[in-house]
């Protein structure tokens, strides 16, 4: 029996732009976590009980834990009960952001057709698989829309006036 050949070892710069695309997709999950925060706490209103107070911030516990898909559903909810305008079209960005991030988290990568290019062997929940080989340059355009969604969200949540703080903000140097 003939063990499985390794894996190749991606160019520098393909593996950079996975890597910068990685932290943009974590940075897409904290800002919708925050913008929950902002939502759902603008949704209960400043007259809002300890019960409703506690039910709300064990929700707000239980959100650290989210996939993307259950946070961008959440989210698409929260938007739809404070009535942000433009939702359909947010939230269908962000359902393609979490295929390319299911992709370049979870594909295998093989040299592509051309120098420069790869590709991903991965195949989705519907067995769908990924057709086309990538450079950096792809990546990095997958990066630019992770980042230009998560403004997106980040300026809706500041809209609400409540604007929480940022994980590992309290090791800042002032």
Known sequence: MSLPRAPD????DMAAAIGHAVAGFGFLEEALKRALFSLTRQGLGEDATEAEL????????????????T???SFGAAMSQAGVSGRGELIAALQQTRLRRNLLCHASWRPGAEHGYWHPTFINTRGERYPDDMNAGDVQKIHAETLRLARRVVSIMRA????GEWVGHEYDED
């Open 71 to 73: 946070l961008i559903d």
């Open 9 to 12: 070892r991606l160019s520098d």
């Open 54 to 69: 506690e039910k709300w911030l064990r929700r707000i516990d239980d959100i650290a834990d989210d996939s993307l898909g």
């Open 160 to 163: 609400t006036g409540i604007d």
